[in-house]
C-alpha cells in the first residue's frame, strides 16, 4: 500500500529516534539510572514558570472561542506584531507583524518555506554535518539537495567548496548556527561571506537564492558569544525559528518565519506561505500556544544548567582523549571517534552509552552527544566514557 517514494524514508529511519527507542528499551531492562542516553536533543531544562502562568491567565482571561478557534493562516496579528517587534528591539531590524507566519515549529516552517519555492529539480545546499530531516524536507518538493562536505578543523562552513556547488538550479541554502551536532556559531565575518557569495551567484546566473536560516538554538550560547541576525547580512534571506529548545516546548509545536519586506516579492512569498501552511494541512499554528508566545516573547530558559553540563562534559571527555571542539552554542557536543563511528556507537552500547553516529549527519567519523539531560546523568555516565577511552587506547 504505501508509495514507492515513502520506501527509502521508512527503511532508513532516523538514526537517533532508533537510537531513542533503544533507549527507553534499555532502561526497561537495567533500569533507566543506568542507562545514559544521548540520543535526543529533548530540552531536559523546564519551560520557563512563565509559560506555565501565562496558559492559565489565557484560560481565565481570554475569550474560549478566540484562543480556541481559527485565525489567519498565518497567525494570530497580535502574536505576530509582538514578536515583530521583539526581534526589532533585540537585533535592530525592522519587521512589522505582516513579515511573520506563525508555523508548526521550526521543522513545519522549513517545509512551508521549500513548498512556497521550490519547482521539480530545483537545489537546495546544506552544509554537512546537517540535520538529517533537510534531505526528506527537501524530497518533499521533488526538490535536490546538495551537501557541502564539511570542514572539519573548525566545522564552520566550507565557503570555497559552497561556491563551486552553486548553478544555475539553485534555489535556497540552509544554514544552522548555533548549529546542530556541532555548536558551532557562525561568526558576523561568515555570514558576510556567505552573503557576498550568494549576491556574486545571483548575478552571474541572473537567479534569486534564498538563505534560509534553521534557528531553533538561537537563544542558547555560552560565554557570552553573539548569535548575528542573518538577515542583516544577505536581502534574500528567511528566518526559520523555533520555541522548541529556547522555551523547552517541543512537543507544544510552535514556532515562526521571518519573510523580510526585502526578500525579492515579499509579499507574494508571504501571501504564498500561509497557503502552503493551510495546503500543507497544518492550516495554522496551535492558537493557544501562540497565545502563550506573546505572554512571554522575552522569556528565556535556565542556560546555566545546559552550561554547567557543557563545561562538565567537554572537560572530562577531551581529559580522556577524546577530541572535539568546544561547542559555543544549541546542546551537543560532535566527539571524533576512534573508529568506524557506527562501530563505535555500537560498541558504546556495551557500555549502556546511547550516542548518535555522524553518518546520521552526513558526517562519518564523528559522533553527537545530547548533553540536555540531567547533570546526575552525566555524571553518572564519566566512569564509562572513561573506560571506553581506555579500551580504545585513547
Ligand atoms: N532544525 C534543527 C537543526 C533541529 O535540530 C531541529 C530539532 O531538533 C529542528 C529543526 C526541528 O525543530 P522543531 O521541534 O521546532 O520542529
Known sequence: MIADKMRPLVENNSAIRAMFEEGKKMAAEYGAENVYDFSLGNP??????????????????????????????????DVREGIAQSINRRFGTHFHGGNLLMTVGAASGLNVILKTILDPGD???????????????VRNYDGVLTVVPPNTETFQPNLLEFESRITNRTKAVIINTPNNPTGVVYSSETLREIGAILERKEKEYGSS???????????????????????????????????SKSLSLPGERIGYLVIPDEVEDSKAVIAAASI?????????APSLMQR?????????????????NRELLYNRLTEYGFECIKPEGAFYLFIKTPEDDKLF???CKKHRVLLVQGSAFACPGYARIAYCVSYEQIERSLPAFHEIAQEYGL
Not at 224 to 229: N, Q
Open 44 to 77: 531536559n531544562v523546564p519551560a520557563p514558570d512563565a509559560v506555565k502562568q501565562a496558559i492559565l491567565d489565557i484560560m481565565n482571561e481570554e475569550e474560549s472561542t478566540m484562543v480556541h478557534g481559527y485565525m489567519s493562516n498565518a497567525g494570530f496579528d
Open 209 to 243: 537564492i534564498l538563505l534560509i536560516s534553521d534557528e531553533p538554538y538561537r537563544e542558547l550560547a555560552y560565554d557570552g558569544v553573539e548569535v548575528p541576525y542573518v538577515t542583516l547580512f544577505y536581502r534574500n534571506t528567511v528566518v526559520c525559528y523555533s520555541y
Open 345 to 347: 556507537c555500537e560498541y
Open 123 to 137: 537545489e537546495v545546499i546544506v552544509f554537512a554535518p546537517y540535520f538529517m530531516e533537510y534531505g526528506s524536507y
Open 276 to 284: 502552503s501552511n493551510r495546503v500543507l494541512g497544518c492550516v495554522n
Open 292 to 308: 502563550v508566545i506573546l505572554r512571554c516573547v522575552d522569556e528565556k530558559v535556565n542556560l546555566s544548567a545546559y552550561n554547567k
